[in-house]
């Protein structure tokens, strides 16, 4: 039991990590880092979080990525 307490306590701090790190993206950060995010989002909704948010906000912004590096 202390031991799923201590994992759900990680997805949370995780998830609250994923969320700051969303909100501090910029354009010119490298496309791995955006992956890295997605990935990590799908891992989190895996484990029951609601992701929906963040991963429209992270889509957004790599549309505008892709439309920056397309001018």
């Known amino acids: 039991e202390s ?3 201590g994992q759900a306590i990680g997805y949370m701090v995780t998830f609250l990590s994923i969320v700051e790190r969303t ?3 910029q354009f010119d ?6 992956e890295e ?3 990590t ?12 948010a963040v ?8 549309l505008m990525k892709d439309k920056q590096e397309k001018l």
Not at 41 to 50: A, M, Q, S, V, Y
């Open 3 to 5: 031991s799923r307490e």
């Open 23 to 25: 909100s501090r993206l």
């Open 37 to 39: 995010i997605m990935e």
């Open 55 to 62: 991963r429209d906000r992270l889509s957004e912004l790599l």
């Open 41 to 52: 989002l799908t891992d989190l909704e895996t484990h029951g979080f609601n992701v929906q």
């Open 29 to 34: 950060d490298p496309r791995s880092t955006f």
